[in-house]
């Protein structure tokens, strides 16, 4: 009986050969695809753990831009005219960090280092040429300035300063007071590293009020990652870039200012294609098993009166159990053999893929064998469970 059925197995391979060659060749397809892609993301994404480990306690920049060019000419802003007009206090508000952005971003993301940074050149006319600069930092909640910076707002001598509207401050004993009435204490007052450049850092809250489109430029949030986080952290800069470009992106553009940060855009967006491509292959192969187990099912109820017959002989259920699960294994074995087989040649040489060279691995190429086992595995249940339900006494009398 046994070798009955042996001969009744590749009797119907052979009488249906054309539909179980398209199944193969379906097989054959997804599987190369699967096998490829597979390798792929495996190679690219430890080119990408190793990329992150290697920029330990990296900073990375994010710079907004105003989305309309015409927004705010740089070449025709004359800043002697504006720097000598009167301060209006919240004149432009419509910031591209602002202090909400940056608490929603800290609040959410507390193991990134978030910092806001804004720098203002005060061009003062100087015997030697000197550079003031006023930095505002969000890590700050006091000040830290230069003696000479000290001296030019003790002495209250602005006849040499261009943009003096940018001094929108004042010494007042030992704390610097904003003209919107915020008080800092001064922590530290020391003598700059070079002679012509002085300085002053002051918490952020002393620019909101402020703000002024000339400044956007000079506009930028830093953010750090861990080593020890990196793998799981740098996905989040990219959060961040989505959250700003939703709050504010009717007005500005942002963009990470990073040379690695580029690098790494170009090996993630390789990652996802190739994921997609993965993904693509897998609904392939679950649909082929779909068809091959509903085909199976049509040629099982087309040889129910032949199935009864032998049952009444005395075949086992459990032989035409093992029958039903033979059938697809053979047709995804065959497919998965060649599809591996075509696959490890192309991969054998390999190729690059956003600087990530692909080689053929073992561990993609098994994984794919036992899914396709498993998938066949599953097709064959819908014939196994109508072998069970077949009464074939019941089947033959009414016959």
Do not use: C
């Not at 330990?56 to 831009?65: H, Q, W």
């Not at 070079?194 to 489109?213: C, G």
């Amino acid at each position: 009986m046994n070798r009955y059925l042996r001969k009744w197995i590749f009797y119907h391979l052979q009488t249906q050969k054309y539909i179980f060659i398209l199944m193969t060749v379906q097989f054959v397809i997804a599987t190369f695809i699967l096998s490829i892609f597979w390798s792929a993301s495996l190679a690219i994404n430890q080119g990408l753990n190793e990329l992150l480990q290697e920029q330990e306690n990296t900073y990375f920049l994010i710079n907004p831009v105003y989305f309309d060019e015409n927004e705010f000419n740089h070449a025709n802003f004359d800043l002697l005219e504006w720097g000598s007009s009167e301060i209006i206090l919240n004149e432009y508000s419509n910031l591209p960090i602002n202090q909400n952005d940056l608490q929603y971003l800290q609040q959410t993301f507390p193991e990134l280092s978030v910092r806001l940074l804004v720098e203002v050149n005060l061009v003062v006319l100087t015997e030697y040429g000197t550079t003031f600069t006023i930095i505002y930092d969000s890590t700050l909640n006091n000040v830290q300035l230069t003696t000479g910076f000290y001296e030019l707002i003790r002495l209250e001598n602005h006849a040499n300063i261009i943009n003096v509207r940018d001094l929108h401050f004042t010494l007042d004993g030992n704390q610097i007071r904003t003209l919107d009435g915020l008080v800092f204490p001064i922590e530290t007052i020391h003598s700059p590293l070079d002679n012509q450049i002085e300085y002053i850092k002051l918490p952020i809250e002393a620019y909101y009020q402020f703000h002024h489109p000339k400044n956007v430029h000079d506009t930028r949030l830093q953010v750090q990652i861990s080593a020890d986080f990196a793998g799981d952290n740098f996905w989040k800069i990219s959060k961040i870039l989505q959250y700003l470009h939703e709050q504010h992106g009717s007005y500005f553009n942002y963009y990470l200012s990073s040379d690695f940060a580029e690098f790494f855009a170009q090996v993630e967006r390789a990652s996802n294609e190739s994921d997609t491509f993965t993904m693509m292959s897998l609904i392939l192969l679950m649909v082929v098993s779909i068809g091959m187990s509903a085909s199976f099912v049509i040629l099982l109820n087309r040889q129910k009166k032949e199935i009864a017959i032998m049952l009444a002989m005395g075949t086992a259920k459990t032989a035409l159990y093992l029958l039903s699960i033979s059938q697809p294994i053979m047709i995804s074995s065959l497919g998965a053999f060649i599809g591996l087989a075509v696959s490890s040649i192309v991969l054998s040489a390999g190729f690059q893929i956003a600087t990530t060279v692909i080689y053929l691995n073992i561990s993609a190429l098994i994984g794919v064998f036992i899914f396709l086992q498993f998938l066949a595995l599953l097709s064959s249940l819908p014939m196994i469970l109508n072998i069970k339900k077949l009464m074939p006494i019941e089947f033959l009398r009414s016959e």
